[in-house]
């Protein structure tokens, strides 16, 4: 480790406060003019910062690059969108965890986590004053592909954090339901086959959300750059980050 590293680490250390390593974080402001900080971790992991609370979804900690939870802040809430490994750790979860920590998360999640509060497609929750949830479908829709997210078991989420909705896809293709998905300042849409979508249908899911910001994630070796070209001309501000 350089000595710089190490002397900004230790500072750190020492004033109680927590390094997150090679996360990207942008900060939005809600209606009121509170900040929100989105810190984006690495494949469909993120953290959402809020009011002094911590948000982190589908934290997972041997997904590459590995990630030292350790070093991050206990959460309050943890959302699970469903229980694929790269997106269910229980190991994350309970280095995250403190007694009072709510876990969000899908049946089959709960079922192999053994602990969590269930929501299926449709429902809400208010998670703290200020900040609300909606969980809605992920699923696939490709005839050879549906066996990986069929449609019902997966959950997406709508946070609505003070006035600023973000919208978090988890794995799904382009589905007719995000017609009715509208309002959302932030998306994180994924793009990698066979699994989520091209990048043509994240486009397309992109138009008919039409968020103010997008944040392609899930990509792995997908190229971003045909993305950006695809939704060229909207007013879509397309942030590309270190989301494999």
Sequence with gaps: MKL???LIMSIAILAGQHVLANTAD???????????????????SLMIEYNNQYIQIDPVTNQPPKTDY?????????LVTHEHADHLDPQAIETLS??????????????KLGKGT????GDELTLANGIKIEAVPAYNT?????????????????????????????DTEDI??????????????????????TPEQLAKAARMITPKVLYPYHYGNT??????????????DVRIRNMQ
């Design 70 to 78: 350790s070093t991050y802040p206990k959460a309050d809430f943890i």
């Design 4 to 6: 710089k590293t190490f």
């Design 98 to 111: 403190k007694p009072e920590t709510q876990i969000i998360l899908n049946k089959n999640s709960e079922e």
């Design 26 to 44: 942008d900060t939005f402001k809600t209606h009121l003019g509170k900040e929100v900080k989105i810190h984006c971790i690495k494949h469909g």
């Design 176 to 197: 007719p339901e995000m017609n009715q998905i509208k309002n959302i300042d932030v998306a994180f849409l994924p793009c990698n086959q066979p699994y989520t979508m």
């Design 223 to 236: 190229p971003m750059e045909q993305v950006q070209q695809l939704l060229k001309g909207t007013k879509i």
């Design 118 to 121: 269930v929501m299926k497609n």
């Design 142 to 170: 490709t005839k050879e592909h549906l066996q990986f997210h069929p449609q019902g078991r997966d959950n997406g989420y709508i946070l609505n954090i003070d006035g600023l909705r973000i919208y978090i896809a988890g």
